[in-house]
């Protein structure tokens, strides 16, 4: 038999075999079990860093940056300085559209703060003068603290970011882009888990970068969404300025060791500071933390403000004084002694004598008059009348008659007038005095019910009146007017009033109903030296209270006015239109 034809049969033989034994009873159907994914222990040489202590870094680097040096800022005007004398790395964290359309600091290198921790080698040396800045100082307070506990030792944030260096009216450049950084040596990290864990933060921004706005906010407020508000300020700042309505104070120094006072972890926070940079660093920890619903408000509480919100805690003395100005009825709430002495011929009325004692026993004064001097008077309301009542308020010129007119209207008091020229103008007059010496004591009631904050600030400003309670003699301006360094006169009377008495050469006039929308015309520095006019030193007394409690320190009022001047014979530029 052929030998190839006998080997395939016994290959056939042994596969037919082998299928048999392969056809027995069906292998029953098994339910698959879930295998566990095993994770293999670490080597000792690999045991997995232990996550950062976020609580303790934050307190640490607040430490680092205390409030007398700005808690790490430096002012647009002192980083100009610098760049003058000596550059710091400029370093600019905005993104690039921003710096297309808004311009950049000459010098500046672009680092987008999404992408800052992935280009640590573009920057300086760990011990080299960093400043970075951004449109606000949010994302600048989030890159000074990420580079601070990267062991950058010098690094600062620009206060207010490019639009505070461009209120101050610096130099920006515009139309081209800023040079590429360039890459140098990584830097040491000493902690790679921290490292890695501010990596993912920064890279992880989202477009609001965690932040909202004044306007925005007001917005939900308003809406009725409720958020845990954190004033991270210090105290006196609070008291100072006022703050927003239902906010928890914990100044940015105490707050990560007083983490119990906060709402849970998934509670809406808003963080605010004065411009957004330490509200940005007490919020970038706070996110870390795990409070994933933690804003900070862009702008800050000074965004707020300028934003006319709602503040609470203190007296927008600003808006007040303007609106009040602006609403001066007809004769700016005086009245000439004819008409007085005709009305209390009538009737009689609640005359207020504003003069210390000492004058009317030199004197004397008008029949029925009570006397209160000017810095008691507030402390003194119980022995006013009624708040509608009317009260008629003197002194020797109208000076501090104004002063007095003003804080009761402030105060509630509907129908209060100031006698124009005062007890001088009684007498030009001719008109009744009694005989020198000290009427009845007032009697005292019940006093009325106030804004006691309102209250505080105008017994505050009446109660510190120095001597010459802050009026200037004709003679005295004359001869500052012949000085190197002129005060500033401004002239509150109407046009009509000018064309008939002249100005006094220099001076600017902004009639006082106009003052507070045309405040860009007068000097900015709050310590320089303005004097006010009027007519009589009535409404002139008005706005140097005024400018005095929106922070002028060296407003003083023309004693008796246009008046005095006159008299005085001192010259004077005539008017035609």
């Given at each position: 038999m052929n030998k190839k034809f006998t080997f395939s049969v016994i290959l056939l033989v042994l596969i037919s075999v082998l299928l048999s034994a392969c056809a027995g009873a069906a292998t029953p159907a098994v339910e698959p079990t879930a295998v566990p994914t095993v994770v293999p222990a670490a080597s000792p040489t690999e045991a997995l860093a232990p996550a950062p202590d976020v609580t303790a870094l934050w307190a640490a680097l607040i430490k680092e940056i205390p409030s007398d040096i700005g808690y790490g800022t430096i002012t647009a005007v002192k980083l100009n300085e610098e760049l003058v004398e000596k550059a710091p790395f400029l370093l600019d964290v905005r993104e690039a559209d921003e710096l297309e359309s808004?311009?950049?600091?000459?010098?500046?290198?672009?680092?987008?703060?999404?992408?800052?921790?992935?280009?640590?080698?573009?920057?300086?040396?760990?011990?080299?003068?960093?400043?970075?800045?951004?449109?606000?100082?949010?994302?600048?307070?989030?890159?000074?603290?990420?580079?601070?506990?990267?062991?950058?030792?010098?690094v600062r944030n620009l206060a207010g970011g490019i639009g505070a260096w461009k209120k101050a009216e610096l130099p920006i450049v515009t139309g081209t882009a800023p040079a590429a950084p360039v890459a140098g040596a990584a830097p040491v990290i000493a902690d790679q888990a921290l490292f890695e864990e501010l990596q993912s933060f920064f890279a992880d921004l989202p477009e609001n970068y965690y932040a909202t706005n004044a306007e925005a906010l007001n917005t939900d407020l308003a809406d009725g969404k409720e958020y845990f508000l954190l004033d991270v300020r210090r105290a006196e700042e609070v008291t100072k300025t006022g703050y927003l309505a239902g906010s928890v104070n914990i100044p940015l120094e105490e707050l990560y060791a007083n983490l119990d006072k906060l709402?849970?972890?998934?509670?809406?926070?808003?963080?605010?500071?004065?411009?957004?940079?330490?509200?940005?660093?007490?919020?970038?920890?706070?996110?870390?933390?795990?409070?994933e619903y933690a804003l900070n408000l862009g702008g800050g509480f000074n965004g707020w403000k300028a934003g006319g919100y709602a503040i609470e805690g203190i007296v927008d003395w600003g808006k007040v004084w303007g609106e009040y100005l602006a609403a001066l009825p007809e004769g700016f709430s005086s009245i000439g002694a004819a008409d007085l002495n005709a009305l209390l011929a009538d009737k009689p009325l609640f005359i207020l004598d504003v003069r210390e004692a000492a004058e009317l026993q030199e004197g004397g004064y008008i029949a029925g008059a009570v006397n209160i001097p000017i810095r008691e008077v507030l402390a003194n309301l119980d022995k006013l009348p009624a708040q509608d009542q009317p009260i008629v308020i003197y002194c020797v010129s109208g000076h501090r008659g104004a002063l007095v007119t003003s804080a009761l209207n402030h105060l509630g008091y509907t129908d209060v007038r100031n006698l124009g020229g005062g007890i001088n103008a009684w007498k030009k007059a001719e008109l009744p005095l009694e005989a020198p010496g000290l009427p009845t004591a007032p009697a005292a009631g019940t006093g009325p019910v106030v804004d006691p904050l309102v209250f505080e600030g105008l017994n505050a400003f009446l109660h510190g009146l120095p001597d010459g309670y802050l009026t200037i003699k004709a003679p005295d301006l004359n001869a500052a007017l012949a000085e190197a360094e002129k005060p500033f006169v401004l002239d509150v009377r109407e046009a009509?009033?000018?064309?008939?008495?002249?100005?006094?050469?220099g001076a600017v006039n902004i009639p006082v109903r106009e003052l507070w929308t045309r405040l860009a015309e007068i000097p900015q520095d709050k310590a320089a030296k303005i004097v006010v006019m009027c007519k009589s030193g009535h409404r002139g007394a008005m706005v140097m209270m005024a400018l005095r409690m929106n922070g002028y320190t060296e407003v003083t009022n023309l004693a008796g006015g246009m008046g005095a001047w006159l008299a005085a014979q001192f010259p004077v530029v005539q008017v035609t239109q």
């Open positions: 808004a311009g950049y600091i000459e010098g500046a290198v672009n680092i987008p703060v999404s992408t800052l921790f992935d280009n640590l080698d573009k920057l300086p040396a760990q011990d080299q003068p960093i400043v970075v800045y951004c449109g606000s100082g949010h994302r600048g307070g989030y890159s000074l603290a990420g580079l601070k506990l990267m062991g950058y030792t010098n709402p849970a972890t998934d509670t809406p926070i808003v963080v605010y500071c004065v411009s957004g940079h330490r509200a940005s660093i007490a919020q970038m920890g706070l996110r870390l933390l795990g409070y009509g009033e000018l064309q008939t008495d002249g100005m006094i050469e």
